[in-house]
């Protein structure tokens, strides 16, 4: 059983950066593919990006190509987000989950086993 806990959510006004963390308890995180979802009021929870469990790979939605990264520091057992230009449209509570890693980076939430709290994100006109 892994553990997920986020962080580094705020307002932030658009154009802005924020870089949001994932940290894992309970298991070295090195194991797992990682991805983050968010959800805002009223909307189901979309993938925005994901990372494989060896770090060679990434994935984002068409949405946050070329201003969102990921990456990963398993000494640290943290993935990251680093989401910059940010506009209102991103404004949402943001999710980090956790599986196993498998050959293809997966995007449906129900794939993903163990989830974080949440850290919200609002990003302001």
């Known amino acids: 059983q892994v553990q997920l806990v986020e962080s580094g959510g705020g307002l932030v006004q658009a154009g802005g950066s924020l870089r949001l963390s994932c940290t894992a308890s309970?298991?070295?995180?090195?194991?797992?593919?990682v991805a983050w979802f968010r959800q805002s009021p009223g909307t189901e929870r979309e993938f925005v990006a994901a990372i494989s469990g060896s770090g060679g790979a990434t994935r984002f939605v068409d949405s946050v190509k070329g201003r969102f990264t990921v990456s990963r520091d398993d000494a640290k057992n943290t993935v990251y987000l680093q989401m910059n230009s940010l506009k209102p449209d991103d404004t949402a509570v943001y999710h980090c989950?956790?599986?196993?890693?498998?050959?293809?980076?997966?995007?449906?939430?129900?794939?993903?086993?163990?989830w974080g709290q949440g850290t919200q994100v609002t990003v302001s006109s």
């Open positions: 309970g298991r070295a995180l090195s194991a797992y593919a």
């Open positions: 989950a956790a599986r196993t890693s498998t050959i293809w980076i997966l995007t449906d939430k129900n794939l993903y086993p163990y």
